[in-house]
Every structure is written in C-alpha cells, then in structure tokens.
C-alpha cells in the first residue's frame, strides 16, 4: 500500500511538472511562415550561429558565389591591376554588364561590376585574370574557400551559374560573408548603392536593403531557376551587427525582413517591424540613381513554418511544412 502510495505521488509530481512546463514552452515558441529551404543568422562580431534551418543543407549557392570569388580575387590581384576581357568572358549569360572582348579594365572596376551589378561577364574576366581560365580559378577557390573555413562549399564557377557538382550551405554563405566584412575594399564596394565606371558606365547595387533601411551594412543577391531566391548580408543597429544567410527562397524580401527582425531581437537589440518597401522599389533604366515606388499585387507562394523557442537550430524535420506552389512564377533574370 505504501508502495501505491509513492508511486502515486510520483506520478502526480510529474503531471503537475507537465501541466506548469507546457504554457511556459507554449509562450517560448514564436512561429512565422518562410519559404527558404535554409537559413543561417550569425553574430556578424563573434560567428555564433543564433538561429538556423537546415544550415547545412547543401544547395546551389547563385550569384552569392560571387562573393567568393571577390574573396579569392583580392588575395592574388592588386586593385589596379589591368585585366583584359576575353571573347569567353564577354560571351557569358546575364546577368551582365556587357563587356566587350579586347577592353581593358582595373580589377577595382571588375569588383564593382561583380559585387554591384552581379555581372558574370565580369565574373569570368577576373577568373582569368587570376588563374587563366575560369574551371582553373573554381578549384583554386575551392581550396581557399575551404581553408577559410567554408567545409561544405565546391565551386565550378566564378560567377554562380549552374553547373554540375557546384553547391554551399547557408551556414558557409554567412562565414564567407563575415570574412569579406573584415576587407575594407570589399566592405565599401558592397555598402555602395551606385558607382560609375569607365567615366558613364554606373553600376547599381542589387541589394535593395540599402535603399529602404538603414540597418544595411552591405549583401548579395542571386537567383536561377534551379537555386531560387538566395542571399547573405549584414545589417547593423548601434553596436550590435548580424549576418543573414538565405538559399532556397521563392520570396526573397518577404523571407529576409523576419529573419533580420528575428536577429536583432537574439541580439537583446529589438527593431521595429520592417515594411514591405523592397517589392515596391523600382529603377528607372541606365540606373540613373532616380526611383519611383509603386505598388505590386503579392503573389501566393510556397510557404513553410518555422517554430523559434531560442538561439539554435530549428529541426526541418518537426517544425517545417511546406506547401506546393499553386501558381508558377514569372522567371527572372539568371544568377541576379
């Protein structure tokens, strides 16, 4: 009898436990909808990881390779050095800022178009320029990229256009990202809305971030059919400053405004809600530094739920489910 008794009392302890942990887990667990496959938000000052989706889920990276490839141009090229553009690079798909075969320019210039404009063409100029040919300068950067630390990242290219046996992880986009950061002429080149090159020739940054907040530091965008949307950049408030790194997205700035939001508040550095102001931006053609903002209808989109409790990774597995598209997508502009 005595025996019943303890396990009752027991038992009773651990209900009311359950009965007390339960409201409070339900208050700790935030959910908000994404449709990226992964995700990875770092404390851009120390590199910890405060929250992640499949952060190393292997994934074709687009045009946020370029970083990389300014990464691994700034090691081997002085900035005004001269590079000669060939008809192979000329020849590259957009998107692209139309160089032509025998032009010369300075690596700095190339940079500008890589970062700003995420020109392949450029991409592949400065690939040759460093090591003769761009499959050559792609496992080049392989090894370098991986001695930096990015374990998980094989490159076939100089620009992020498909290839075969090309992939990185979110979690590797955000340690590049960090390292860029710390060179000073790839911190400015990317915090730089507009830059002229050639004397007329202005270039205009992809990041539209820049325009709409000023919590943007500096990113890169990129898109294919095959990767979707991705992207990686900082964003600073006061002495606090993050990194979001984003691959598989079918709604790119709808998908990056809670993540930033999300990340400042891990930060202990909340923000206010960010406005849905970078699907309104619009640039007048020759990026002449004028913009009009004009509304858009949303369009529906393949959505998955992401469950937040605390700083660590979220499992895909429990917390993610994902819906088909019910509406195809107007293609855009390759590796953008």
Same mark, same amino acid.
């Given at each position: 009898?005595?025996?019943?008794?303890?396990?009752?009392?027991?038992?009773?302890?651990?209900?009311?436990?359950?009965?007390?942990?339960?409201?409070?887990?339900?208050?700790?667990?935030?959910?908000?909808?994404?449709?990226?496959?992964?995700?990875?938000?770092?404390?851009?000052?120390?590199?910890?990881?405060?929250?992640?989706?499949?952060?190393?889920?292997?994934?074709?990276?687009?045009?946020?390779?370029?970083?990389?490839?300014?990464?691994?141009?700034?090691?081997?090229?002085?900035?005004?050095?001269?590079?000669?553009?060939?008809?192979?690079?000329?020849?590259?798909?957009?998107?692209?800022?139309?160089?032509?075969?025998?032009?010369?320019?300075?690596?700095?210039?190339?940079?500008?178009?890589?970062? #700003?404009?995420?020109?392949?063409?450029?991409?592949?100029?400065?690939?040759?320029?460093?090591?003769?040919?761009?499959?050559?300068?792609?496992?080049?950067?392989?090894?370098?990229?991986?001695?930096?630390?990015?374990?998980?990242?094989?490159?076939?290219?100089?620009?992020?256009?498909?290839?075969?046996?090309?992939?990185?992880?979110?979690?590797?986009?955000?340690?590049?990202?960090?390292?860029?950061?710390?060179?000073?002429?790839?911190?400015?080149?990317?915090? $730089?809305?507009?830059?002229?090159?050639?004397?007329?020739?202005?270039?205009?940054?992809?990041?539209?971030?820049?325009?709409?907040?000023?919590?943007?530091?500096?990113?890169?965008?990129?898109?294919?059919?095959?990767?979707?949307?991705?992207?990686?950049?900082?964003?600073?408030?006061?002495?606090?400053?993050?990194?979001?790194?984003?691959?598989?997205?079918?709604?790119?700035?709808?998908?990056?405004?809670?993540?930033?939001?999300?990340?400042?508040?891990?930060?202990?550095?909340?923000?206010?809600? #960010?406005?849905?102001? $970078?699907?309104?931006?619009?640039?007048?053609?020759?990026?002449?530094?004028?913009?009009?903002?004009?509304?858009?209808?949303?369009?529906?989109?393949?959505?998955?739920?992401?469950?937040?409790?605390?700083?660590?990774?979220?499992?895909?597995?429990?917390?993610?489910?994902?819906?088909?598209?019910?509406?195809?997508?107007?293609?855009?502009?390759?590796?953008?």
């Amino acid at each position: 009898m005595n025996l019943l008794k303890k396990v009752g009392v027991v038992l009773s302890g651990f209900l009311a436990i359950w009965l007390t942990a339960a409201p409070l887990a339900a208050q700790e667990e935030e959910e908000w909808e994404v449709s990226a496959k992964s995700f990875v938000i770092m404390d851009a000052k120390t590199g910890k990881i405060l929250l992640s989706l499949n952060p190393q889920l292997f994934l074709p990276p687009a045009s946020t390779l370029k970083v990389m490839t300014a990464m691994s141009v700034v090691e081997h090229l002085r900035l005004d050095d001269k590079v000669q553009v060939s008809p192979h690079a000329a020849s590259a798909p957009a998107s692209k800022i139309n160089i032509k075969p025998g032009e010369v320019y300075t690596v700095q210039e190339l940079l500008y178009a890589l970062l #700003l404009s995420s020109a392949n063409d450029a991409a592949r100029a400065l690939a040759e320029g460093v090591s003769g040919s761009e499959e050559a300068f792609a496992r080049q950067m392989t090894q370098e990229v991986r001695q930096w630390g990015a374990y998980r990242t094989t490159l076939a290219t100089a620009n992020g256009l498909p290839a075969d046996n090309q992939f990185s992880t979110a979690e590797d986009l955000a340690k590049m990202f960090r390292r860029a950061m710390e060179n000073p002429e790839l911190a400015k080149i990317m915090s $730089e809305k507009f830059h002229t090159i050639q004397g007329d020739r202005e270039l205009r940054n992809h990041n539209r971030f820049l325009w709409t907040t000023p919590l943007a530091v500096g990113g890169k965008t990129g898109y294919t059919r095959a990767s979707k949307h991705t992207y990686v950049g900082m964003f600073q408030k006061d002495d606090k400053a993050i990194i979001v790194a984003m691959m598989g997205s079918q709604k790119k700035w709808a998908d990056l405004r809670p993540l930033i939001e999300k990340g400042f508040e891990l930060e202990g550095a909340p923000i206010a809600k #960010l406005p849905p102001a $970078e699907e309104k931006l619009w640039f007048a053609k020759r990026h002449t530094g004028k913009t009009t903002k004009y509304a858009r209808k949303s369009k529906k989109s393949r959505q998955g739920k992401v469950m937040v409790g605390s700083a660590g990774s979220v499992p895909a597995k429990k917390k993610t489910s994902l819906k088909k598209k019910t509406k195809s997508r107007k293609s855009e502009e390759e590796n953008s």
